[in-house]
C-alpha cells in the first residue's frame, strides 16, 4: 500500500535551516510528482509546489521561492523541503504529498504523509 | 493565479442533514476541481475529483457538481464522522485550495 512518511517534528531558532524528508514506498516514486502543502496553525491549505519525480525540476509556487528548496534522493524514494532562513511565520505544518492522475489533463492529490511540524521561536 | 473561494466559511448543521458547500473559481476552471476533507490533527483526504468523481472508498452519500466556475460539494445525509473542515482545489493550472469549510454539530 502506499505509505508516505515523514520526518519528526523541529524546533529552530529565527535565522537556521530545517530539511524535511518525505520516504514514500508502495509505488513507483519516480512515476509521480510530489507536492508540498503548509498549514499554518488553525489556517487553510497552502500549495507550495510541486517536484518531477523523473527528472528533478521543481516548481514553486508564489510565495514560495528563495528560502525553499524541494530535492529528491531517488535511490531512497525520498523527496526533501528545505527551508532556510526561518522566520516566525514558517511555523506550520508541512505535507508531502503524491499526485495522480485522471486523464490527461487531470491531477488529484491521492496520498498524503502525516506532516511534520516546524516550529519557529527564540 | 486562479483564486478559490467558499461560502460558507463555517456551518452548524445536525446528523441527518444535507449539507452544501459552495466553491468559486476566479476564472473558468472546466471540471479541474477536487474536494478535500480533513479533521483535526490529521492529513487532508480526497473526497471528489474532476468535480463529480468519487474517490474510491468514499460513502456515496458525498457527491460533487459544477463546471466552469461554480460548484458545489453535497453530502446527503451528515454523519458523525462527517464533522471536518472542507476544502476544494483546482487543477487547471497547478493547484490552489480553497480557504475551506468548517462543518460542526449544531
Known amino acids: 500500500q502506499v505509505q508516505l512518511v515523514q520526518s519528526g517534528s523541529e524546533l529552530k531558532k529565527p535565522g537556521a535551516s530545517v530539511k524535511v524528508s518525505c520516504k514514500a514506498s508502495g509505488y513507483t516514486f519516480t512515476s509521480y510528482a510530489m507536492n508540498w502543502v503548509r498549514q499554518a496553525p488553525g489556517q487553510g491549505l497552502e500549495w507550495m509546489g510541486w517536484?518531477?519525480?523523473?527528472?528533478?525540476?521543481?516548481t514553486y509556487a508564489q510565495g514560495f521561492t528563495g528560502r525553499f528548496v524541494f530535492s529528491l534522493d531517488t535511490s531512497v524514494s525520498t523527496a526533501y523541503l528545505q527551508i532556510s532562513s526561518l522566520k516566525a511565520e514558517d511555523t506550520a505544518v508541512y505535507y508531502c504529498?503524491?499526485?495522480?492522475?485522471?486523464?490527461?489533463?487531470?491531477?488529484?492529490?491521492?496520498?498524503w504523509g502525516q506532516g511534520t511540524l516546524v516550529t519557529v521561536s527564540s | 493565479d486562479i483564486q478559490m473561494t467558499q461560502s460558507p466559511s463555517s456551518l452548524s448543521a445536525s446528523v441527518g442533514d444535507r449539507v452544501t458547500i459552495t466553491c468559486r473559481a476566479s476564472q473558468s476552471i472546466s471540471s479541474y476541481l477536487n474536494w478535500y476533507q480533513q479533521k483535526p490533527g490529521k492529513a487532508p483526504k480526497l473526497l471528489i475529483y474532476?468535480?463529480?468523481s468519487l474517490q474510491s472508498g468514499v460513502p456515496s452519500r458525498f457527491s460533487g457538481s459544477g463546471s466552469g466556475t461554480d460548484f458545489t460539494l453535497t453530502i446527503s445525509s451528515l454523519q458523525p464522522e462527517d464533522f471536518a473542515t472542507y476544502y476544494c482545489q483546482q487543477s487547471y493550472t497547478a493547484f490552489t485550495f480553497g480557504p475551506g469549510t468548517k462543518v460542526d454539530i449544531k
Open positions: 504529498a503524491k499526485s495522480n492522475y485522471y486523464d490527461s489533463s487531470g491531477y488529484r492529490i491521492d496520498y
Open positions: 474532476a468535480a463529480s
Open positions: 517536484i518531477n519525480t523523473n527528472t528533478g525540476n521543481p
